[in-house]
């Protein structure tokens, strides 16, 4: 019993490539690890043989080609230009932001101070609150455009080292269709 057990599997070669495949008891159709190919398990009188059942075929390959280039260079090109014009825009919202926060706070703390020292207390703090406010705004202001900045600026970069890498793949190209020609 033991023994059979052991004997259940057999150690056979890719009828395409070569490569040692492993063919179990109950295995009919098996792929080959090497080439893909998949073969058909043949048992006629106590023996067994692999024939090809299918051959690899290229449109995987091409598939993943397609999979590993989804945007061309155009699309790349066009896509940094417009991620610069949003970086752009996002510099031109920190400074608007930060010198309309910095000039209401400014004039809200300054007014409170002279409310204060006029001794309308109430009007005064209101004028503090409202500063304080504006410097808070002032501080998000920032903050936020730091972030989306600096995410986008990871997206340029991501896009300028794909452009890079594609416009090496196609010199690389030209260089072996020149080779081979
Ligand atoms: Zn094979």
Redesign the pocket.
Known sequence: MELSEVSRSMLFR?P????DIMVNDDTSLLT?Q??Q?VSIVERRHGTIALKIHTKPTNTTKSQDRKLREPLSLGKLTKELVELKQESSTIRGRKIVGAFAGGICGTLFGYMGSLDLIGKDFGSGVTMLVCAAAAFGFLRFVMRDSAASASSINGKIEEIEFQIAERQKADIQRLFRNGHLD
């Open positions: 890719c395409l490539c070569n490569a080959c090497g080439c190919a």
